[in-house]
C-alpha cells in the first residue's frame, strides 16, 4: 500500500500497512477486510444511529441519485429534498416555527452558527458584540472558527494566531460564566456550548447549568448555541439534548446522525427569532457553501428520520442506557474502571491512565471503543443488541484485567 493518504486526528509518520480496514458493515458490526467482525461501540465516530448497510437508505440514496446528484440551492435555485428534510428536522426540534441552513460537516455547522451569531447581533446594532463564551472540554470541530471555538487545549495549538473575541470559562462552573457576563455582558454575542460535552470526555451538564446559561444570555442580549453535532437525533434520549435538558437555545448545530453517516450532511436550526432579523425585505445572506441543499445527502436524511421513526430508536435509547450503565458500574464494583459518566446513550469509562493500551486489547476482541485521554468513550448505534452490549462489557472486563 502507498502512503498517499494523510489520515485524521493520526500520527502521519504511521504507515499505510499498519492501519486497520473496515470494509463492511452490518447493524451494530463491522467487518475488517479479513472478514473478522467487531461491535462497533462508538457508531462510527458518535453517529451511526440507524446502524450499517441499511437498504432502505441505500435505496433513497440510489434513486435520488438516478434523477440529480446535486444542484446547487443558491438563489434562484432550489430542491426538493431539502426542503422537505429541513421540514423534518424542525418539526421534531424545541423550534418547529424555525428554519433550517444546510451544509456537509458539523464543522461547517458551527462556523456558520458563530457567523449567525454575530450577524444577529451586528443587524440588531450592537457592532461591539462579538464575543463567544465556550467551555473547557468542548468540542466544535476543526474549521477556524469551531478551531477557536475549543475548549480541548491541544487541538488549539500549533495553528498561529485564531479567532479572536473567544473567552472560555471552566465547563462546568455557572459563578464563572456569570463573572464573565458581569465584566463583558455588553460586548458578548453568544454562548456556545455542547448538551452533554462529547469528544472533550462524555461530562453531561450539571444540575442547573444549562438553565444558568440560559438567563445569563436572556438577561444580557446575548444568544445561546447548542452545539449537537453529537447529541442531536436521540442520542440523550429525545430527538435533541436541547429536549432532554428542557432548554432551548437560539441556534443548534448538527450533523453526525441525521443520516447516520450515509451521506454528509449537517446544519444549523434558526429559532423564528433569529429568522425574523434575517427576513428582513432586501437582505441578502451572505455564506453558504457549494453542498448547501445536496440531493443526494438530503434524501439520505429524510430516509434516516423517517427508520429512526419507524422503528422507535429515540425510544430504545433508555433500555441501551438501562444496560451500558449496570454494566459499568459493575466494572468499577470490580475495581477495573475507576468511575464512569455519561447518560441516555453515550458514555465514558475513566480508567485513570493512557486508554489507548486498553483500546488496543478491546480491538484483539473484537470490540471498538474510541480512547480519549484517560477514558474510553461508548456510543453505540441505537439498534445495538442486549447481547451486543453485553460483549462490550465482557471485552473491557478482560482488557483491563
Request: charged share 20%.
Amino acid at each position: 500500500m502507498t502512503n498517499a493518504l494523510l489520515h485524521p486526528f493520526s500520527p502521519p509518520a504511521k504507515p499505510e500497512a499498519d492501519y486497520l480496514e473496515i470494509v463492511r458493515g452490518e447493524g451494530s458490526l463491522v467487518f475488517d477486510a479479513a472478514g473478522r467482525d467487531y461491535v462497533d461501540g462508538i457508531a462510527n465516530l458518535w453517529l451511526c444511529q440507524v446502524g450499517h448497510g441499511r437498504t432502505e437508505i441505500i435505496d433513497a440514496v440510489t434513486a435520488q441519485m438516478r434523477q440529480i446528484e446535486a444542484y446547487n440551492t443558491f438563489a434562484p435555485f432550489t430542491s426538493g429534498p431539502a426542503a422537505r428534510v429541513a421540514e423534518m428536522i424542525v418539526e421534531r426540534s424545541p423550534h418547529p416555527d424555525g428554519r433550517v441552513f444546510l451544509g456537509c460537516s458539523g464543522s461547517e455547522a458551527v462556523d456558520t452558527a458563530l457567523k449567525l451569531a454575530r450577524l444577529v447581533q451586528q443587524r440588531r446594532g450592537h457592532e461591539g458584540r462579538q464575543i463567544i463564551v465556550k467551555r473547557t472540554n468542548g468540542y466544535h470541530g476543526t474549521n477556524f472558527g469551531g478551531t477557536s471555538a475549543q475548549g480541548i487545549a491541544l487541538n488549539r495549538e500549533g495553528w498561529g494566531d485564531l479567532v479572536p473575541h473567544f473567552i472560555e470559562v471552566p465547563h462546568d462552573d455557572l459563578e464563572a460564566a456569570a463573572t464573565v457576563f458581569a465584566e463583558h455582558g455588553d460586548r458578548i454575542a453568544a454562548v456556545l456550548t455542547e448538551p452533554v460535552q462529547g469528544a472533550g470526555g462524555v461530562y453531561p451538564p450539571v444540575d442547573g447549568y444549562l438553565e444558568g446559561l440560559r438567563r445569563l444570555c436572556d438577561d444580557n442580549g446575548a444568544l445561546l448555541i447548542f452545539d449537537e453535532v453529537i447529541c442531536g437525533f436521540g442520542r440523550t434520549g429525545q430527538w435533541f439534548g436541547a429536549q432532554t435538558f428542557g432548554v432551548t437555545p437560539d441556534l443548534m448545530t448538527f450533523a453526525k446522525g441525521v443520516t447516520s453517516g450515509y451521506q454528509p450532511l449537517s446544519g444549523v436550526i434558526v429559532s423564528r427569532a433569529v429568522c425574523n432579523e434575517l427576513e428582513e425585505p432586501g437582505f441578502l445572506l451572505r455564506t453558504g457553501y457549494t453542498y448547501s441543499g445536496h440531493q443526494a445527502s438530503c434524501a439520505a436524511g429524510i430516509a434516516n428520520i423517517e427508520l429512526m421513526e419507524a422503528e422507535g430508536l429515540v425510544g430504545r435509547v433508555d433500555n441501551i442506557g438501562e444496560r451500558l450503565r449496570a454494566g459499568l458500574a459493575a466494572l468499577e464494583g470490580d475495581g477495573l474502571i475507576k468511575s464512569w459518566r455519561g447518560m441516555g446513550a453515550i458514555y465514558a469509562a475513566e480508567l485513570g491512565r493512557d486508554a489507548v493500551p486498553a483500546r488496543d486489547k478491546m480491538l484483539e476482541a473484537g470490540v471498538i471503543l474510541r480512547p480519549m485521554g484517560t477514558c474510553l468513550a461508548i456510543c453505540p448505534p441505537l439498534v445495538i443488541t442486549d447481547d451486543e452490549i453485553g460483549r462490550i462489557i465482557d471485552a473491557m472486563a478482560d482488557a483491563l484485567r
